[in-house]
């Protein structure tokens, strides 16, 4: 009874090679959907964390401004990592597509890596904008900017302990229909954390260092 | 041990007087007789398995509905209070810091906490009967909506008795909210409550978003939607781009109270206005939130007491996407004053009366679909009908307000009280109250009394008159809202008696219909057909209340209206005869999303009273919760084809 348009719990599509093996259930086609959709309203909420960041960058209060806090070594690095650690997911959802779980799980893991290496460089970050009396309580800008930048890192780290869920089921079950829909919805998830990344980078930290 | 004790008595509230002492004792009595109930009759386990771990989208429905008519009477004894505080000049009746917590919580959980769980209840109970699929997209999720918001608005009850309401107003402004000068938990209970059911209703938003889109049955094109579900649809888009940015500024302000941060102080660097603008970049969507399923719910009731498809179909749509993009770009009125300059407060005054357009084709098409109908006043009906003037004085008074210029002599004034009254009563309440009647019989298989139903709608009707209307006239004289309480000689004081006098009526009308519940459970004329209206939608074509899977076989739509059309063919729902059954694939049940949402609610427990240790055992329970069911790989089973049958052969249609 069902057909393109029409989803039922439960429902089987025929096996079709072209389609992708996420998909190969109706529950796990509508869950990628609707975590599309879950997206949609996340990137609502840093848009309007990016709006407050906007408007409070210059209320320093007399304290630090952006330009002279910023580091630019550790930007970069963060940069990189996150960035390559969206490629390495990449390949795990290319390598999971082959049906290669070893190597999926492997650059899973590389992933993760670099998601760690990642929040290390943002912690350190932080540790240090703290120990010079950079805090959030100092001035609007800094609440503005600890607050966007955290909950960005409070997203990554949200993201590596759901891989890791992740890389532990697919160790267990392999590569189905449901482990693949799980591992395709968390990488969606980290290509998005490193699409707002690129603006927390060009908005946060390049303008900042600028003005 | 007396510092103890002090600590006890000023966290209890047991030092602020007879009207704490008397809500302890009420609570206290409330809680025992339901512990005792539920023990003497055996209905512990009942409860558990088919209510507290469901998932099934019809019970979920049920429950939010319930929660709303128990907000409204807690909402509605806040305003009693108030209204007895107004009723003369001068009066004591209540003290100012009660006052101020009172009209807080009034607006939070009339909003919040009534308005929001009464629509999203008729999402669970009509959207998947009319779109003939047998459950939401995410069954799972959608408990956890219910439980989100359940935990949430107990929380935000128990303020009340423990530590001290907000105070704040339900826009909660700063400056004033912030520590210095408003300490105390108040506050954060307003801000973790809201953040809490505002985390659940954009999972509703989510679920039903998909919902439409995906799971809608063969041949239920969009431009076949039942008008409800079109509506749930529109408000799900509004929900999932809103409610993330009320999110932000809930979370900013409870950073500046918990951790000392400078988003909206004075000091600091921080910005007050920038709350202001995100939180109605929020509300003003929110006010459309609440009123487009009262539109549905108005176009699905019109329709079938008169006995006629609802005209107008497309313009209805058009009208509805309309007003939702318009609903995010004129957030800017609800501050005119706060000097903004001509040029912005221009183009917010005009985008603001653009809305009166779409609003308007939608009255004069439920005029149109009554036009030469054969109109039944049902009480279903009453409500749709008396909703149309009453929301129109709340409409066309919003286009008054709506000019910049003359907003500078109502703004904030008991004016714009009685407009937005006019509005949530007139528009979504009025609305609540014909689903109510409308869709009873589906729910509980029992119609509600049409008599009883006729006493409700006219005592609550002409008693939100008697109390709304002459407010009007005290904004024009000057009064202003949240006045605790005025001076003899503005000739406030008999208008303000003839405004209470109407409020007990609603409270009357609230007591009837109450009554008419219990009385239709034991003597309700019962729904054996399924179909008690002669109903055009999905949802009349099978059993009142629907069999726990709604469809043995998924139907094939081929119209509009297409109960309406299988009647007229002689159509079974179960399609051409012989048609065998398959097992049906369900979701399990499960305990986790109450619990999860427990662990809400100590989290935000230690966010109020920033007691961190329980905000981590909070939040580590909510991660744990979350892993275990992404290792929960068997959460479904299939109902065999031999239960199936059982069941459509005792509803006579096999």
């Avoid at chain 2, 102080?265 to 939180?279: D, E, K």
């Avoid at chain 2, 910049?404 to 009685?418: E, G, R, T, V």
């Amino acid at each position: 009874m069902s057909n393109a348009h029409t989803a039922v719990h439960g429902d089987h599509h025929p096996v079709d090679p072209s389609i992708p093996v996420e998909y190969h259930e109706e529950e796990n086609s509508l869950r990628i959907a609707g975590f599309w959709v879950f997206l949609g309203s996340d990137l609502v909420l840093f848009s309007c964390l990016f709006a407050t960041y906007v408007v409070m960058h210059g209320r320093v209060a007399g304290g630090p401004t952006s330009q002279q806090l910023f580091d630019v070594t550790g930007f970069t690095i963060e940069t990189i990592a996150l960035l390559f650690s969206s490629f390495t997911c990449g390949l795990a959802t290319y390598e999971m597509r082959r049906g290669n779980r070893n190597a999926m799980v492997t650059w899973l893991f590389i992933t993760v890596a670099l998601g760690l290496v990642f929040l290390g460089f943002e912690i350190d970050e932080f540790v240090h904008n703290v120990s010079i009396g950079a805090t959030m309580q100092r001035s609007g800008f800094l609440s503005a900017f600890f607050t966007l930048v955290g909950t960005h890192g409070c997203h990554v780290t949200m993201g590596t302990l759901w891989m890791l869920s992740v890389i532990i089921q697919l160790i267990r079950y392999g590569i189905t229909p449901i482990t693949a829909r799980k591992a395709f919805i968390v990488s969606i998830y980290w290509h998005f954390l490193d699409a707002v990344w690129i603006f927390i980078f060009t908005v946060v930290y390049l303008t900042g260092k600028v003005v | 041990m007396n510092g103890v004790v002090n600590w006890a008595v000023h966290f209890f509230m047991l030092d602020e007087g007879p009207l704490i002492w008397l809500s302890d004792f009420l609570i206290g009595c409330a809680t025992i007789g339901i512990i005792v109930a539920l023990t003497y009759f055996k209905l512990w386990k009942w409860l558990w398995d088919n209510w507290l771990t469901t998932v099934d989208h019809k019970k979920i429905g049920i429950m939010y509905l319930i929660a709303a008519v128990l907000m409204l009477f807690r909402g509605g004894t806040d305003g009693l209070l108030m209204r007895a505080q107004l009723s003369w000049p001068n009066l004591h009746f209540l003290t100012a810091d009660h006052y101020d917590q009172i009209f807080t919580t009034h607006g939070t959980i009339m909003i919040l906490f009534m308005a929001m769980p009464a629509i999203i209840g008729f999402f669970n109970v009509a959207v998947p009967l009319q779109i003939g699929c047998r459950d939401v997209a995410f069954p799972y999720l959608n408990a956890i909506s219910f439980w989100l918001f359940f935990s949430a608005a107990l929380l935000f009850n128990l303020s009340f008795v423990v530590g001290g309401s907000p105070d704040g107003g339900w826009t909660s402004y700063p400056p004033y909210v912030e520590n210095f000068f408003d300490p105390g938990p108040g506050e954060n209970y307003f801000l973790v409550a809201l953040q809490i059911t505002g985390i659940g209703t954009i999972a509703t938003g989510v679920n039903f978003l998909i919902t439409i889109l995906r799971m809608r049955a063969p041949g239920m094109t969009m431009m076949r939607l039942p008008m409800f579900t079109w509506s749930v649809f529109i408000t799900s888009i509004i929900i999932v781009f809103a409610f993330p940015v009320l999110t932000v500024a809930l979370a900013l302000l409870l950073i500046d109270r918990d951790f000392g941060s400078h988003f909206f102080t004075v000091t600091g660097g921080g910005m007050p206005m920038q709350y202001i603008n995100l939180f109605w970049i929020w509300g003003h969507p929110e006010v459309y939130i609440v009123i487009l399923p009262a539109f549905g719910i108005l176009s699905e009731v019109v329709s079938t007491f008169s006995h006629k498809r609802l005209f107008g179909y497309s313009a209805m749509v058009v009208s509805m996407i309309a007003i939702a993009i318009l609903s995010f770009v004129v957030w800017v009125h609800h501050f005119f004053t706060m000097g903004a300059g001509p040029g912005v407060n221009s183009f917010f005054g005009v985008s603001t009366m653009a809305i009166a357009i779409p609003t308007g084709v939608k009255v004069f098409n439920w005029l149109f679909t009554m036009h030469k109908g054969r109109v039944e006043f049902t009480s279903a009906m009453l409500w749709a009908v008396g909703f149309i003037p009453n929301f129109l004085i709340g409409g066309l008074t919003g286009v008054m307000l709506a000019v910049p210029p003359a907003d500078y002599q109502y703004h904030n004034s008991y004016f714009l009280i009685a407009h937005f009254h006019y509005t949530l009563i007139g528009g979504t309440v009025f609305g609540v109250f014909a689903g109510i009647y409308y869709w009873w019989p589906k729910m509980f298989g029992v119609l509600l009394d049409e008599k009883l139903g006729r006493w409700h709608f006219w005592t609550f009707m002409i008693g939100f008159n008697i109390c709304f209307f002459p407010q009007f006239f005290l904004g024009f004289m000057g009064m202003q809202r949240r006045m605790y309480t005025y001076p003899a000689g503005y000739g406030w004081g008999i208008i303000n008696l003839i405004s209470t006098v109407g409020a007990v009526l609603m409270g009357v009308g609230f007591l009837i219909f109450v009554w008419n519940v219990l009385w239709s459970a034991r003597f309700g004329q019962r729904d054996t057909t399924g179909d008690p209206w002669d109903g055009r939608s999905l949802e009349w074509a099978t059993t009142s209340p629907a069999p726990e899977y709604n469809f043995a076989i998924i139907p094939t739509i081929k119209g509009r209206d297409a109960w309406w059309l299988m009647k007229k063919t002689g159509e079974s729902i179960n399609g051409p005869k012989g048609v065998p059954f398959r097992p049906i694939h369900m979701p399990n049940n499960s305990g986790r999303p109450i619990i999860m949402s427990l662990f809400f609610f100590i989290a935000g427990g230690g966010f109020i009273f920033q007691w961190w240790v329980l905000a981590i055992i909070g939040l580590l329970g909510v991660l744990v919760t979350m892993a275990q069911r992404s290792f929960e790989y068997h959460d479904h089973h299939y109902i065999p084809v031999e239960e199936i049958e059982r069941t459509e052969a005792a509803a006579g249609r096999l």
